[in-house]
């Protein structure tokens, strides 16, 4: 029996009981050639007894077990390894597939021919809203064609999410510990692909708006993400023709950085001032030469943050909130 087109790669972890609803819409593609992972660790959080009864559904499933609570990256790593198919969809249990989602991504290998990555677009919901991702406009202006990074370096600058994109197996290296793990991961795969396409289309919906994985590796934190990026920027330093790179980048690192401190219950209070500083101590590290901040109140935060001026960006912060719930009540 020949292999299928794409392997779903997905840790069960189950903390917002979201795990059933992602497994019935992998079922109800219209797409058959495909086979899901379902990795369960030893997590409290990683029910077995649902994945199992989901592999006697169908014999595309197949349950992965490993004897340790080994957290999100390393769950990815083991499903990777037992993965057959062309292409590796990395998805978590609050994301939701269309019906026709595999469907139409196999029409556009179909055009395309082989290629490393293929992009597409999704969007998230919460509290009953749902708003388009942070890389729809980018996608939509990149054109039907096929193309290798150093056409579009500025897709760097995209979010580094492992669930918006079919990779060639092959060509993710391993996921590594702690929070944010795929960051280095989606960089190392677009830096060294050498066909890439686009589908604009959104085909997967996220069901949080907490900016990681649920469950991350034991021990992982927010602070992890200064280890991500530096990661991502020492694979920068091994890549010819590297520069026109540095710049989407660099500004994905702050944007991100900044995201995190921002929003509630990311870095705790006490945390904040350690967490701001190391934020700084990146921004002038990676600081491109005759990089160029983003304008209006981003460009703002921008400055601040390369300043290190943690009182002035906090004072900044509760300004903003007054005057937003002062409009609030107009």
Known sequence: MPNPLISVVLPVYDRQQQLTDCLDSLLAQTLRDFEVLLVVDGSPDSPERVAAAYELRDPRIRMLRLNAAVGIGRARNAGMARAVGEYLLFLDSDHLLDPDALGVLAERLTGTGPVDV???????????????GGSGELLAGLGPGVFGPLDHPELLGAPAHAWDRLIRRGLVPPFPDGSHEEIPVVHQAMLT???????????????????????GSPGSSHFDLFDQYQRSFELLDGTPESDPFRAPLFTRMVRHLLFVFDLAGCVDRAERPQFFQRAAEAYRTYQPDGYRRPGGREGVKFSLLANGAYPAFEVAKLGQIARTAVAGRR
């Open 193 to 215: 692909a050498r066909r890439v396409a686009v589908l604009e289309r959104t085909c997967v919906r996220i069901r949080r708006r907490h900016t990681v994985h649920p469950t």
């Open 118 to 132: 293929l992009l597409f677009g999704h969007d998230r919901e919460h509290g009953g809203r749902v708003w388009p």
